[in-house]
Structures are given as structure tokens and as C-alpha cells.
């Protein structure tokens, strides 16, 4: 897998743009960014295989906000639409029917509803087959299209529509986050990698590293969504760098398996700080503060780069628990 | 082509073959298995150029096949029961994208009680789902209505998938004489799969759009009801030019002994071998009795068969399915067909029978016309007839006392 890069500041992402602006997706939403950018690393010729979610509202006719092929599958089954897709380019190239020049990449895009829990066989079908694909996960922990219940990706202390903050239920959401990246790595793709859309090179990077490996390429972008995580649109990027800073989105990759983390905050942000940004964590803080549930969430962002820092030799200076 | 001995499994997948399609999407499922095993191994010994996909649910299976179909590839696929109601959400999608896709079904009846043998719940649970529905008596009509199917789906006027639907065990694994056509031939009658808007990196597309409006869904799907209505005459014309290569004539549905007959039973699938069995017997018994088979279900056949059983004196629906608290499926769509004429049979007979593949003989075949015949002029609904032999009866009786069940 190549090593070399043509991506080493911001300035050098691709001027061309793909998807046109004033698409009807909310302001300051995540996944949208993050499948511009991914489609600027991949240049034109692509096709687009969506589960339902955000993203499938973009694409509403007679308007389509892309200059590159869409495909809307169904909820469950968007990786067996890129199944599909890339095995007839294939069958009809190998049978001389088709110009290569016609091929294009296959590139699933879908929110955490689809990716965490219910595409979740369909995805990991297409990973055991060797499917030689993109898949962008645009993660913003809840499922968003439909108001924000929570999904297997809502992390612990979130509130959400279907997991509300109640004097019962204190802490909102007190299920564990599935941890996506471990089980794609246990099906043994070739590349994995986590992204945030406030760290442009490092997602720059990783989708053309991605792009030398011949089989499933799956990415999980931390999607920031102003609607419903309860913050102002403008401050999409700002959440996201939060989220990096404290440790509690790592930005890391999976090599044939081995993993690295690909970005070390020099000193960890307490998670508090991350916490008090967003509504769906403000039951933590008011009407009275809850110490607990904050001392629990901040403990397993500093165990999880305990293990990563002996496993990788990393230095980490860790918040105060 | 000399005459074989295949089953309904094996002349699905030679169809396959023949039609050269491009792509086999698969998963397997009691009694449909045979037609993918048949179709990898071809595949892996090099003698069918077709690319074979095995995946991780009938779900999956149709959502790879109709994105297939998209990409521009002639695709086929198969399955059963269970099989087709786990895939039925991406069976609307895929009528939806207007992909052209033929889909072998091989009727079993549905869970719960799991069992094996066929009803044609499956297939009609498919019904309104934008697939059109062929429907196969016999291994040769299988073989020769996935042909005819990729003909109708494919045509521009059309361009909807096509479901060719084979009975469980009757068929699927009954060897019958079975005449192959001629791939030069097929070849001829079945030119490759010209996809009006594929998928390509220089002419991007968008399928599947979502449509935020439903004065545009209901355009859409007024669209599709007009195709599929085109759909029948697509089918006739491409039904001669198949007689003309191939010998065999198909229409929209079969008339046996129709031409004097008062009494008419109305059927489909491999049991209306039985009623034409039943049909003779009364004959002998100098009863006018005849037969209409509906081959095509969708589009369903009204005007055929308003045409076959207007002036008859009475007739009866056989339907090898039932949906509770209603009856059969069929029987509402044949009195739909007639209800406008003034000479429509004063009486129509519902039956239902052969759940989960309950044999018939042509016994109680003879009692659905003998009943027809005993109803009274003018009754304005006869009882409907669900049929269950006397022994079947006690059997069933005691299984339950083996269960415990008293009285």
C-alpha cells in the first residue's frame, strides 16, 4: 500500500467540486462535507450506492445536487447495491461489451443507522467477498433523518428521541457505542480508517491511501449535525476538532489489520469541554451537574488511549479523570 | 433439439443459460437450490459465461440483481418462499428502478407452520409488487417462459422485471420431458440486453431518486401500471415469433375443452394437470365441463378471461392460496373481470386448496364441478369450498390426539 502522498497541507485539496452547493441537506451538516471531500479525492467517474438516511433526501427529482452517478438502494442493503453494480461493470468489460473508459468506483455512502445496525450484515457480506469498494460512513452517532433516536453508535450519556434524559433516566443513553472500526477489522479488510472533517490532510490522506488497496475500503467520518446534536451550524468543524482534541473521536487506520493511530492530540481536552457544546449532553450539566456520568465517559476515553498508547508506544498526557 | 428429462429446476436454469444472461445473483432455499448449484457449476466448468455471486440474503440477492440490471448486465436470479418475502422490499425497489430482471420462483407455502411443499401465498404476497408473473404448468412451459419473459422485460415498452414462478416439488423436482430450443435460435429471439440509461462514468445517472411529492409518485407509478399493461400484447407478439422459431404456442392464459362448455373451472400452476384430468371424467359423464388457465397473472388477463367465461352457466375459482378472513387471492380478480357483463355466470364458485402442497386427486377436482353444478340459480354468493378429504381429515385428527390436543 502506497506510503507517498500529494496531499501535505490543506492548500492541496482538489479545487473540483462534485457536488453543487445549495443541495437541500441541513447547514453545517458533516456527512455532506465529508462526501464532498471524499468525492474530490476520487475524481469524477463514480457511482454513489446510498442506504436511506440523510443523504437520500439530497437527491430528490427532478434535481440531483451530483455530477456523478447516484444509486438509492434501500436501508439495509446498500452494500449489496455496490455488490451489484461493480460485478455487472465487471461481467460486461470482461465480456467486451463495455469500454473500460466507461468503469467508475463504487463508493456506499451511508449514515450509522445503516452502517452500525441494520446494513450491517449486507456490509459485512461485502467485506468476506473481497468487494473491491469505497463505503462512507457519515456518522453522527443517532439516526438523524428521522429525528434523532438513538442507534447502536449513540455513545453512553447522549440523549436522543428514542433515549431521552428523564428524572428515571438521568444520564439519557447508557448503552455502550458499537465499535464499528473492530468489528470491519475482525472481517479482515485490507484498509479501515476513521475521518473528521476538521482534519482535512489527514482525511485527504487516507482516502488516496485507501484508494492503492484492491477490496473493501471503509471509512467512518465523524459527521458533526447541528440538528441533532443541538448546536449552531457555523460550528460544525469546531465540535468536530473538539471531538479529536479530547480523545473522544481518534483518528486512527487499519493496514491489513494493523492498526495506527494517525493523529495524537499533544495534550488530551478534558471531554467536558466537547460534552458542553451540544444539546443532546446538556442533561449532564443542568438543571444539576451529573459528575458520575461525566467521570464515566471521560474514564473510557482514557482507558481506550491507555491500551492504544502501550499497544502503539504512543505518549499520551491524559485528562484528569 | 431432441426431447430431455429434466426437472422444473433444471429447465430453469438451461433457460438461463440459453437467454446468455450476464449475472447470478444467488442464495440458496428449499426447493429453489437446485437452479443455483445447476447454474455454479456450469459457470465453474466453463460452459456458461455468466458470473456467479452467491450472497448473504435473498435481500441482498435482489438489491445485487436489480443494481445489475442497472449497470446494463442481462441478470437472473432465483428463490422460494421465505426467500421472496425476505427479498420483498427490494422487489418494489427494483420494479421501481424499471430494471428488467428475470427471478425464478419456485412456489412453497409460507411459514408459520414451516413446510416445504408449495401454495402460491409466495408468489402472490409478489403481486402487486411491479414484477410481471408468468406462471408454469409443466418444465417445458418453464423453460420456455423465462425465454419469453426476457423478452417482454427487456422491451422498451415495458422495461419492468419479470417473475416466471415454477411449483415446488411438482415441478421442481419432477422430471418431465423437457425440448431445449436451439441457442443459435434463442439467440435470434432473444438479442443481448440494450439498457436504455445504464449506469456509465461519462453519462452519469440518478436511480432511485426519492420523489418528495405524490402528485410525482403517483405519476410514477401510474407509468409503471401503464407498462405493465402494455405488457400483455408485448408478450402475445413475442409469444408468435416464439411459436414461429420454437414451434410452441403461449397466450395470456389456456382454454381446454372450452368450446361447448357451461361449466368452467378456472386454475393455474401444475395442479390444473389434475383438473384437466378432472374436466375429462365429467366429460365422459356427459357434464360440459371445461377449463381456463391463467398462465400471465400480471398483468392480469381480464379481458381473456371475461372472454372464456361469459355465457357459461356457472364457474369456479381454484385458488392454491388463501389469505384469512377473505379467501382466495384469485377469485376477487377473475369476479372483477366479469362483474361489467351482463352474461357473466350466475354462479362463481370460490375454492381453495392444496395448501402447503395437500394433494389433490382428480376426486375432488370432479366435486368442485359437481357442486358448481348443484348451486342453485340466482344465489348470490355460493359457500366457498375448502378443500380436505375425509382421510385427510383423520389424519390431521390424529396428529393432534398425538399432540395431546383432546376432542
Redesign the interface.
Known sequence: MSTTTKFRTLKDMPKEDYIAPGNTLCAGCGGALAMRIFHKVLGPNLAWVNAAGCMTIATSYPLAPLKSNWLYTAFASAPAGAQGLRDGLDVLMAKGKLRRSEDLKVVVVTGDGAAYDIGFQSTAGAIQRGLDFYYLCYDNEAYGNTGFQMSSSTPYGSSSKTTPATAAFPYGNTDTKKDLFEAWRALKAPYIATLSNSHGVDFLRKVEKGGTAKGPKLYIDFAACPTGWGFDPKQSIEVEKLAVQTGAWPLKEAVDGVVKHTYVPGAFSPVRNYLRTQERYEHLFKPVERPEAIATIQKSVNDYWAKAAAEEGLKVRLAEG | MKPELMTGNRAAASAARLARV??V?AYPITPQTEIIETIAYWVREGTM???F?Q???E???M???????????R?FTATSSQGLLYAM??LY?VSGWRAPMVLANVSRALAAPIVLEPDHNDVLAARDSGFLQFHSETCQEVADLVLLAYRVAEDRRVMLPAIVNLDGFYLSFTREKVVLPEQAEVDVFLP?YDPPHP????S?????????EGH?YSYFRYNMHAAALRAKEVFNEAARDYQGHFGRAYGPVDGYRLEDADYVLTMSNSFTTLGRQAVNRMREQGVKAGLLKLRMVRPFPSEEVAALLRGRKAAAVFDQNLSPGMGGVFYPEVAASLYHLKDRPETLLPVVGGLGGKQLTADEMCKVFETMRAVGKGAAKPDPMFLMRADELARAKKALATAGVQG
Open positions: 450476464d449475472y445473483p459465461d455468466s458470473k455471486v450472497l448473504e440474503s435481500h441482498s440477492m438489491t445485487a440483481a436489480g443494481a445489475a440490471s442497472l449497470a446494463g448486465a441478470v422490499e427490494m425497489n443481448p449506469i456509465r462514468a461519462t452519469p445517472v440518478a436511480k432511485g431518486s426519492a420523489v418528495m410525482l
